[in-house]
């Protein structure tokens, strides 16, 4: 069952019961079922775990930190600590369905190539940001003359591993000035409002999204059917 | 006076432990094409054997190492070498895992090698011992663990020379291995790590006592080579800035220079010296010559073809590999050589680098991020099994 059940252009994330983070959730309901997928910067493995053990998915992960490497590895994973800058030139063409980069995009040096090296080993690539075009974001700038430092953002501008702070219209620029195209989108607030960003909407989104989840696909190649 | 205590090559037998005499005492035919028989196996296991016979770990140790990772050894009378890693509600825990580690063969502590009993002649072999490689240990490992009636152990491990045994299992039986871990390993032997063991083997066979390798029957022994090898070798396993740590240009039980010759006036001189001295009374000068050539040997890319991941065609094992920064004798690189070739295989495989200044002894020493990930992963591994 989907996680998603029922979704409309806008719809609340419930709970689920593998006590996934609500955002999480929603990159583990774009993945088809036991497909093959490469989490890069899966943390402690909590979505890798799902998508492996519920949905019976053939999941690899790379993840940078000592702690969620050992972490994934107690959990059974199979894990490589790396970073996404230097290591994924190390997969073949097409090893997987999906790649995952959540919340790590904005902390690798080069996006662009990262992205492209994701079209490489992957059908699709499912990405999520951080979407510094909110209104909030916008207002701290503008009436606090400083780096926006919100409740999604908690960190000031010298701690944060969000290197590459961009908006949801800056993303789907990098996106198009690839060659690329997107699938379903989604906008996140107050970490399970989720609002379905459609063409032409963008800029409501890049006003009211905290996060927002994109699915990158390639400019030709259709997305991938169920794998029997 | 008291009298010199005795050469390896005499208290071999007197070692504690089982042996297996393998293949009914047939000969063994190793990959030079030679035969070899007949083989025996010196080893200790701890633990116990489940009654489904899945539960054995084997360890595979590495160059200076024995069947004696765990329990006082009985000629130094120090701890195990890897008791860091072996023991009750360690990594490798016994109360949960039956434990095999067997002398490799060509070793030194009770395991046919170059030490062993010619039968042809009556006499030990010497020289007259044919060349072995790591993948004839590995066949006798196999051996063993058919002797002992075990078709598959949950996992092979081992570090530097024992983690070359550990992927050479994972290629040349994949059938039997359900889980490997290679520690700070390479698929094959470096130019550079080819070179500091030549300089080990020409400072044995420079020695006047080493009398061609049939020192056993003059009864004279070549400690001073063996003993240069090993301080040599034993450089490669540490790291500058651990060396530095330790010793850095600190003088030994003096306040200046001497200005006489060439004593040990620094720390690290006389740490080296001893650790040469201590070395040749627990190790044969032949088996470090035989061994050190089976790494030397060692390609597992070349055996396949030249491409790595054809070695692990077959395999359903799941890996764990580790390494450590400071390691420049077998690198990090050299890991992820093997990372590569077993991702392009579509092999399920884990891999760490961890942060470290002890070079490449750290994995024998304390390392709680070692510790971890292992444990974290047998565990898994034995959950897999249901147990």
Redesign the interface.
Known sequence: MSLLAGARDRFILGENRFGLRPDLGLVASMIEPESRLLDVGCDDGALLDYLVRELGCDGRGMEIS?AG??????????????DADRHLV???DD?FDYVILSHTLQAVHRPGEVLRQMMRIADVAIVSILNFGHWRARLSLVTRGRMPHTRFIPEPWFMTSTIRPCTVRDFLDLVRLEGLLTGDCYGIAKEREVTVIRSGFEGQANLFAEQAVFEVLPAKKRKPGRRS | MTEAPRAVHEIQDDLPGPRAELAGGAAVRLESGERLGPVRVAYQTWGTLNDARNNTVLICHALTGDQYAFGTHPVTGKKGWWESMVGPGKPIDTDRFHVVCPNCLGGCMGTTGPAAVDPATGELYGTSFPIITIGDMVNVQAMLLDHLGIEKVMCVIGGSMGAMQVLDWAARYPDRVVSAVPIAGAARHSAQNIAFHEVGRQAIMADPNWCGGFYYREGKRPEKGLSVARMAAHITYLSEPALWRKFGRELQNRYMKSYEGFGADFQVESYLRHQGASFVERFDANAYLYITRAMDYFDLEADHGGDLAKAWQGTKARFLLTSFTSDWLFPTSESKEVVHSLIRAGVNVSFVEIESDKGHDAFLLDEPDLFETTSGFLDSVARDLGF
């Not at chain 1, 490497?69 to 490589?80: D, E, S, T, Y």
């Open positions: 000592q490497v050992n972490a994934c590895v107690a959990r059974g994973l199979p894990v490589i600590q790396g190390d997969y073949p090893s």
